[in-house]
């Protein structure tokens, strides 16, 4: 019933830019926070970004500080993840996620998202 679909992936160049986006249906948008998290072959999944349901509190992981930034649109019921100067090691499989309840504070770790979509991969050349 909950549905989400990232977009906005591709092939670029160390220090480029991307902006990847998730489209939510199936679901009040607005009333729950959403997460941003990437998969790299070999490697664990790990949490990137997070956003509360109102927007006015965000998380990010500390390798990506200062170069990526976490959003969203209520009205058009999706969640951004701005990503500039990108680097090789930033290569990896993209998902959007949302918990599965209501929370006051943003979750941090994987098992509390139980929606997840199908991801876009990003890759990155140095």
């Known amino acids: 019933q909950v549905r989400l679909v990232e977009s906005g992936g591709g092939l670029v160049q160390a220090g480029d830019s991307l902006r990847l986006s998730c489209t939510a249906s199936?679901?009040?948008?607005?009333?729950?926070?959403m997460g941003w998290f990437r998969q790299a072959p070999g490697k664990e999944r790990e949490i990137v970004a997070a956003?509360?349901?109102?927007?006015?509190?965000?998380y990010l992981v500390n390798s990506v500080k200062g170069r990526f930034t976490i959003s969203r649109d209520n009205a058009k019921n999706t969640v951004y993840l701005q990503m500039n100067s990108l680097k090789a090691e930033d290569t990896a499989v993209y998902y959007c996620?949302?918990?599965?309840?209501?929370?006051?504070?943003?979750?941090?770790?994987?098992?509390?998202?139980?929606?997840w979509g199908r991801g876009t991969q990003v890759t990155v050349s140095s």
């Open positions: 956003i509360r349901w109102s927007g006015d509190s965000t």
């Open positions: 199936g679901r009040t948008f607005s009333s729950y926070n």
């Open positions: 996620a949302t918990p599965g309840t209501w929370t006051t504070q943003l979750e941090l770790t994987s098992a509390a998202y139980v929606y």
